[in-house]
């Protein structure tokens, strides 16, 4: 099973700030992760698929990069509706797995 | 619209039985893949079962045994059978749909929490 790991476990971050998470997997998926944005009480929210294709709607200031074993989710410009918990997930083999999260708050 | 509901959710004794169900609508439960994942407290997401549309289902090894995914076509619904439940399988269990089959979770519910006790 493929181990996904995220950093920080927290983010603390002001409004119109950059924010950085990291994810890390303990082998190559290739380009195959997504990102989900996770807010208390709500379903999860897809937000980029492929390592860096945005989902519907999504807007610009997040991008995602990397490839093998590392990648990054990253916020320009942070919005108040952007404090969330990001969680990154693998697809590459099953069982498909996701990070433990980064609490940006 | 596409909506995700899922229900069953409560406190279970330990070692009985749960079965959890997802309505779904905007679209067919047998044209899309639909998986089970939870959060347990504190802890990270963890898929508990695929169900593919042409009926392959997937377990990951640690799920095996205990829990079965199964879908009602005529009633557009997923269901996840519990059976001997733990301590640990105390979650919230999100219903999730992969409309095209790439592997991503497009549309998830708002889940449902299943709590156990001891």
């Known amino acids: 099973e493929i181990v996904m790991t995220q950093s920080p476990a927290t983010l603390s971050v002001s409004p119109g700030e950059r924010a950085t998470l990291s994810c890390r997997a303990s082998q190559s998926v290739g380009s195959n992760v997504a990102w989900y944005q996770h807010k208390p009480g709500q379903a999860p929210r897809l937000l980029m698929y492929h390592t860096s294709a945005r989902a519907t709607g999504l807007a610009a200031r997040f991008s995602g990069s990397g490839s093998g074993t590392e990648f990054t989710l990253t916020i320009t410009s942070l919005q108040s509706e952007d404090f969330a918990v990001y969680h990154c997930?693998?697809?590459?083999?099953?069982?498909?797995?996701f990070g433990p999260g980064t609490k940006v708050d | 619209e596409v909506q995700v509901v899922e229900s069953g959710g409560g406190l279970a004794q330990r070692g009985g039985s749960l079965r959890l169900s997802c309505a779904v609508f905007?679209?067919?439960?047998?044209?899309?893949?639909m998986s089970w994942v939870r959060q347990a407290p504190g802890k990270g997401l963890e898929w508990v079962s695929l169900?593919?549309?042409?009926?392959?289902?997937d377990y990951p090894n640690s799920m095996k045994g205990r829990f079965t995914i199964s879908r009602d076509s005529s009633k557009n619904t997923l269901y996840l059978q519990m059976n001997n439940v733990r301590a640990e399988d105390t979650a919230v269990y999100y219903c999730?749909?992969?409309?095209?089959?790439?592997?991503?979770?497009?549309?998830w519910g708002q889940g449902t929490l299943v709590t156990v006790s001891s």
């Open positions: 999730a749909r992969d409309w095209n089959g790439d592997m991503i979770i497009d549309d």
């Open positions: 169900l593919y549309s042409d009926g392959r289902i």
């Open positions: 905007g679209f067919t439960v047998s044209g899309s893949y």
């Open positions: 997930q693998q697809y590459e083999n099953w069982p498909f797995t």
